[in-house]
């Protein structure tokens, strides 16, 4: 019950964001759509509330965000690179990667990530060996380490601060 009731506030709080200034008719249609998501999402979501709680993980969550957004130019500029000379020569395949993150949320955060940076596409996760197979525009190396440390390592050092 208790992880309904947090679901709910956070869906109501980015609400809230997103209908900016609110008045008090969206606020109470975003008051039922979050309490009807809540209801309707059961335990999906937050599997350990009480880690919620902790303020470092909020920080580490910004730090994080700043490094997708940061990663994901660097990637446009070096696919926008590849377009324009079409000379280049690239390497597309999938590579395995590993990653020690365990929790869904963890794992679908880093899936995510990667595939929002352009170049690279997660195409399947296995959480019970923590492998992750990604379609690679340019790959550098077939070596299970090296296309871990130049995919996944990036972002797995600040999730598993995040999630685990």
């Not at 500029?77 to 597309?92: Q, S, W």
């Amino acid at each position: 019950m208790r992880s309904k009731m947090v679901r709910a506030a956070l869906c109501f709080l980015v609400w809230l964001g997103l209908t900016y200034p609110p008045h008090w008719e969206s606020a109470v249609v975003g008051l039922a759509a979050s309490v009807f998501v809540a209801a309707l999402t059961g335990s999906m979501f937050i599997q350990r509330p009480h880690l919620l709680g902790h303020p470092g993980r909020y920080f580490w969550f910004l730090i994080y965000v700043l490094v997708v957004v940061w990663e994901c130019f660097k990637a446009n500029i070096e696919v926008a690179f590849l377009v324009a000379h079409p000379k280049v020569p690239i390497r597309p395949g999938i590579v395995k990667v590993k990653t020690s993150l365990r929790s869904d949320t963890g794992l679908t955060v880093l899936a995510n990530s990667i595939t929002l940076t352009p170049g690279t596409l997660t195409v399947d996760v296995d959480r019970e060996n923590g492998v992750l197979f990604v379609h690679w525009i340019k790959v550098a190396s077939g070596d299970i380490e090296k296309a871990t440390q130049a995919i996944v390592a990036r972002f797995e050092r600040i999730l598993l601060k995040i999630f685990e």
